[in-house]
């Protein structure tokens, strides 16, 4: 029986704990623009911030009503109730409606973003409008194809330090993207570790992931590979641009997390470690995203 809806709810519907993937890219935006020019547009460090946390929120309560739906989420397999509040009382309906209102308040800023700072704006926001509709809605999902960790990461990581740097220096830069690469990875590494973990589960659903493509064994040794590109990144695009100091102030940033780095290595993917599997994961993209964006500032 569905049960009347409550802010708490609403809360765990947006996942609050996923946030880290969308703030990250901002925080790696206002740290490029900084750089650029020296100073901040408060209004639009806002906007900005508020926007992504409301995609990624919209993101999830799609994604868990398409999954609902589709009968991937159960009670069986969904211990938590805080992690899928549809099976536990929550309406399909209402949370397909939580999370086009997450969408059209995302919108909303978008808006004010695109009359403040030009059209461009508004493209950028349209396709990762189109990728959420694609990721989780019609008849083959994204997020049910070996396609779901590269679209997230380029889009989460790459689509909003680049919306982000022109909205605040005015300059369409393409090079963002490059310099935005240990941000994309550290986001399709949290997607890579959930499939990781999932593979049984979406192999019953029907789903047809890279994990699920490439099995247990070629995945572990794929994330272990992509941990290692992932810490290292930072080094390679500090050397090629020949910032030596941002490069050591990184270095020396990375043997404080270094150990996070190794301990996920060595834990096992799996549903019995999930929950361990994404924290960590989580836990790094926080880490590896602030010793980079202040290796960029000071160095």
Not at 80 to 86: E, F, G, K, L, Q
Not at 99 to 110: E, Q, R
Not at 191 to 219: H, V, Y
Request: aromatic share 8%.
């Amino acid at each position: 029986m569905a049960k009347k809806l409550q802010i708490k709810d609403a809360v765990n519907l947006a996942a609050p704990h996923t946030w880290a993937a969308s703030v990250m890219p901002c925080v790696l935006a206002s740290a490029l623009s900084y750089r650029q020019q020296g100073f901040l547009r408060a209004d639009l460090t806002v906007c900005l911030f508020l926007i992504a946390i409301l995609m990624q929120s919209s993101v999830n309560a799609l994604n868990d009503y398409a999954d609902f739906v589709k009968g991937t989420d159960t009670a069986e397999n969904s211990p938590d109730p805080t992690d899928a509040v549809i099976v536990y009382g929550m309406r399909p309906e209402t949370a397909r409606n939580l999370g086009i209102a997450y969408l059209t308040a995302a919108f909303v800023l978008g808006a004010y973003t695109v009359w403040r700072c030009g059209w461009v704006l508004l493209v950028i926001g349209l396709i990762g409008a189109l990728v959420i509709a694609a990721y989780s809605g019609g008849k083959t999902p994204i997020s049910y194809l070996p396609l779901g960790e590269l679209v997230s990461g380029v889009v989460m990581g790459g689509l909003i330090p680049l919306a982000g740097v022109r909205m605040q220096t005015g300059v369409l830069r393409f090079s963002v993207l490059a310099e935005a690469l240990p941000v994309i990875i550290g986001i399709a590494m949290i997607m890579f570790s959930n499939n990781g973990c999932d593979i049984e589960r979406d192999l019953q659903a029907g789903r047809r992931t890279l994990p699920c493509l490439l099995g247990r064994e070629k995945t572990d040794r794929l994330y272990r590979v992509m941990l290692a590109v992932w810490l290292l990144s930072p080094v390679l695009i500090f050397a090629v641009q020949r910032r030596w100091m941002s490069m050591l102030l990184y270095a020396l940033s990375s043997l404080v997390f270094l150990s996070h780095f190794q301990r996920q290595s060595r834990t096992p993917l799996g549903e019995e470690k999930r929950g361990m599997i994404m924290a960590g994961a989580t836990n790094l993209v926080i880490l590896t995203g602030f010793a980079y964006s202040f290796a960029i500032l000071v160095g």
